[in-house]
């Protein structure tokens, strides 16, 4: 049995924040994301669209666990300060999302310089902020954790089964019937569930 929680909370749609300092702008952007090739696709995006920016900096959470020494309330991250000094960018962005106990989410800030160094301190706050005010404009929601279980049971028990799932909400992905009348299933199931089958 593992420690990993039923559930975990996220946010449900992209949101936007800013934050100035000094004549230098921080867009932030807060989205929902799966996986690390998601993460990585919305960060070259963003690369892209704001390719005249100085800097791009991200943070990202994926996974669902118990949280671990810096408040990680995932099993994987990141954090990127792309040419700002060290830990002046992705550990504050990081961090407002683990104060938040946020997984399954990317933040990125993007910024334009004003042409006055704010200097470690001043950076830190920036990217803090930035990074609170979208999260501050996004709907965070609490989802479930999925787990994908293969189960075989005789046709006599089908309706038995049928009725489980429809109780836990489970999802079919794929299902074989055999000539020596079993079935086998491959389900997506929440958590809360599993040991039900």
Request: some cysteine; glycine content about 10%.
């Amino acid at each position: 049995m593992s420690n990993t929680p039923n559930t975990y909370l996220t946010i449900d749609s992209p949101s936007e924040g800013l934050y100035k300092d000094k004549g230098s702008r921080f867009l932030s952007f807060a989205e929902p994301i799966n996986n690390v090739e998601e993460a990585k696709e919305r960060i070259a995006y963003y690369r892209k669209e704001y390719y005249d920016a100085r800097h791009c900096c991200y943070a990202y959470v994926l996974g669902a666990g118990e949280g671990d020494s810096m408040g990680c309330m995932g099993t994987e991250y990141r954090a990127n300060d792309d040419g700002e000094p060290s830990g002046t960018a992705g550990r504050p962005i990081l961090g407002q999302i683990n104060a938040n106990k946020l997984t399954n989410i990317l933040v990125v800030v993007i910024r334009y310089f004003g042409g006055v160094l704010l200097g470690t301190g001043g950076l830190i706050v920036a990217y803090k902020e930035s990074t609170k005010d979208a999260l501050g404009h996004a709907n965070i929601i609490r989802k479930d954790v999925l787990v994908t279980k293969q189960i075989s049971f005789s046709y006599e028990k089908m309706s038995d089964v049928m009725r489980t799932i429809r109780d836990t909400q489970t999802k079919i992905l794929s299902q074989e019937y055999s000539s020596n009348g079993h079935c086998t299933m491959l389900l997506e199931i929440k958590k809360t569930y599993e040991g039900r089958f």
